[in-house]
């Protein structure tokens, strides 16, 4: 299984990204990632099941409009049977999500909460949204292609800043918003809070994904600080 963390647009690991530039006369300035959002990529290591596909392929036919695109009207689609070896998989990589980005000790498991798949058709799109009511997101890409599937993700408070210079060299510290090509297989997860969407599609394949949210149960916070929360 294939998995990177980014934070930002950034692949985090010791030889992508160098805190330090260099100024003029060999001085060193220092530039510091401060509170980066995660943005947690992975690769299903299989093959979706005939009857998988087949029961995706039944969704289809029972879907609503949403702004853009179309959804499925049940929103608990992992909760079917026939998609119960699915569910484990992604389950395992929100597990690895709160191991690697979260590290905590409170006592607690993530599980997922609602699901719903998004059928997403030629110059359709995916408004702008977050989610509320939950803690990790994540999207399971069951048909798309890299060379004309994305989603693209935006810098929280980007649109309120009142001064923006005109940019004429994108970076991490001034993109407004930061897109990622995605395929077949592609599992992404990320906070709940961060706002996200699909521009125009293009291309003539039916995008589909798989949406879900995930909390998580247990407790968190310390009793004797007066912090604790059982859930």
């Known amino acids: 299984m294939m998995i990177a ?3 930002l647009g950034v692949f985090v690991n010791e030889k992508t ?3 330090y530039s260099h100024a003029g006369g060999g001085s060193v300035m220092p530039i510091h990632q401060l509170f980066p959002e ?4 992975s690769q299903l290591n299989r ?3 005939k009857e998988e596909l087949n029961t995706i392929k039944k969704y289809k036919k ?4 949403n702004i853009g695109n179309v959804t499925s009207f049940d929103t608990y689609v992992l909760e079917n049977k026939k998609l119960k070896n699915l569910k484990k998989d992604l389950a395992t990589m929100v597990l690895d999500y709160f191991n690697k980005v979260i590290c905590t000790d409170d006592s607690i498991v993530p599980y997922i909460t609602q699901s719903w798949i998004n059928y997403t058709e030629t110059d359709q799109f995916h408004h ?3 989610h509320s009511n939950s803690y990790i997101s994540g999207v399971f890409y069951i048909d ?3 060379q004309v599937d994305s989603i693209k993700f935006y810098k929280p408070g980007s649109d309120e800043r009142a001064i923006k210079p005109t940019v004429d060299k994108y970076n991490i510290f001034n993109s407004s918003n930061w897109q990622f090509p995605v395929q077949t297989g592609d599992t992404l997860l ?3 809070t961060l706002i996200h969407g699909v521009e125009r599609k293009k291309g003539t394949n039916t995008r589909i994904s798989l949406s879900f949210n995930a909390f998580f149960k247990g407790t968190i916070g310390k009793k004797r600080e007066l912090t604790e929360l059982i859930l």
């Open 5 to 7: 963390v980014i934070f």
């Open 17 to 19: 990204f160098n805190p």
């Open 38 to 41: 995660p943005i947690y990529f």
């Open 47 to 49: 093959e979706l099941t």
């Open 62 to 65: 029972k879907t609503h409009k």
């Open 128 to 130: 702008r949204h977050s």
């Open 144 to 146: 798309a292609d890299k």
């Open 190 to 192: 990320f906070p709940s």
